[in-house]
Every structure is written in C-alpha cells, then in structure tokens.
C-alpha cells in the first residue's frame, strides 16, 4: 500500500478481554514503532522495531502488553485483560531508516475504548 | 512528571501572519529535538528537527529556535496559511535516539482567513 495501514481503526472491547491491533508498514520499510496517545496527552513510546535486532520494549507499560513483528514485516500489538486506562489511540510508524524524521511515516492509528 | 510541556493548549492567528508555537523541557540530556503537525483523524506528520548543537534551523515557512539554557524551543510559520491549522507536538529524544521520542501534549493552531 500506499502508506502504513493500522487496523482495526476503532476497536470497543470489555474489561478483561484481549485485543490485538494491526499494523501494516510501508513495504521496504525496515523499523517500525509504536505508539500510543490518551486522552489530554502527547504520544508515549511504546515498542521499536529496527531489522533483525532485538526490539527496543522499554516503553511497554505492563507486562500485559506484547507486540511481534513478523518477518520483518506486520506487526502486531497486543494487550491481554485491558483495563479501562489502556483506553488510548494507538498508533504505528515506520521508516526506512531509523528515526522519527523525515522518512517516518505514522498510520491513522487505532481508537481503542476499553468499558 | 511531563518532561516535555507545551503551555499552550491553543493558538489563534489570522493569515499571513507569524505563528509562534512554544515548547519547554525540563531534561538536560535531551539533544534532539522534532515538530510534528497532527490533522484530525489522521497520523501525525514530521514537519522539522533540530540538534543542540544548533540554534536555529530553517525550512520554508517553518523555522525551530532553540534556546539550550533556557530549555525551551518554538516554532515559526510565517506567513501563516489556513493549511497550517493543525494540532502541533513538540518532541525531545536523547542519547542520539531519534525514534524514544518524548513528546508534548500539542497546542492547537488556528489560522483564521
């Protein structure tokens, strides 16, 4: 595609369920970031991805969050028994190089509502 | 502790004229400096960095300040177009890191016609 593509773009889920997010980068692109932005605030670093290296996951708030990357490619976020205040706009970029600069591209992100 | 802080939740302007959009931080080690400009419902957008080892860089209509001993940056647009209306973040990473970003909380740009 175009761009990077984050799915779903809106996701509703209960209290204790797990969900898991999309994110489809930029093809060609070899690091991939997540994000996540809540309500009132600035977006807070969750995951790096860059090639073959081992990911970067010291912005993971809990260990009920997960992310994987497959064959350097999709990545996929994961949160396990969500709580109310994991409610937050997901969001995914990628690059062809490192950093969040120029080359950077960020998807739409996904609207996550935990009730 | 936000380590990052744009003071102004909101800015209003009219076109053509000077945009000034602030950030302050309260971290030393941060030595890499980046706006970003969000569109609602979309992803948000690079738009121009900085190092510290610079005061000031140019791009266009946009030019970032910084100023290391007061640990505060801004953001010029001048002129001012209706385009530019966006919500704004101000991000810092250090150690070289351009991609553990820290961001602000955004301020809000309204350019009026």
């Known amino acids: 595609g175009a761009g990077v593509s984050q799915s779903p773009s809106n996701k509703v889920t209960e209290k204790g369920k797990d969900v898991e997010l999309r994110c489809d980068p930029i093809s060609g692109h070899t690091a991939l970031y997540w994000y996540r932005q809540s309500l009132g605030q600035g977006l807070e670093f969750l995951i790096y991805f860059q090639g073959n290296s081992a990911p970067d996951k010291s912005g993971l708030p809990s260990d009920r969050f997960s992310a994987e990357r497959t064959g350097g490619s999709v990545s996929t976020l994961t949160i396990q028994r969500t709580q109310q205040e994991d409610s937050a706009v997901y969001l995914c970029?990628?690059?062809?190089?490192?950093?969040?600069?120029?080359?950077?591209?960020f998807g739409q992100g996904t609207r996550l509502t935990v009730v | 502790d936000q380590q990052v802080k744009q003071n102004s939740p909101s800015l209003s302007v009219q076109e053509g004229r000077i945009s000034i959009l602030n950030c302050d931080y309260t971290?030393?080690?941060?030595?890499?400096f980046l706006w970003y400009k969000k569109y609602p419902a979309e992803g948000p957008t690079f738009l121009i960095s900085?190092?510290?080892?610079?005061d000031k860089n140019e791009d266009g209509r946009f030019t970032v300040f910084l100023n290391k001993s007061a640990k505060h940056l801004s953001l010029h647009i001048v002129p001012s177009q209706p385009g530019d209306s966006a919500v704004y973040f101000c991000a810092a990473g250090k150690g070289g890191s351009n991609y553990k970003l820290t961001f602000g909380k955004g301020t809000l740009l309204t350019v009026n016609p």
């Open positions: 970029a990628s690059s062809s190089r490192a950093g969040l600069n120029t080359e950077a591209f």
């Open positions: 971290n030393s080690m941060f030595d890499y």
């Open positions: 900085i190092s510290s080892i610079k």
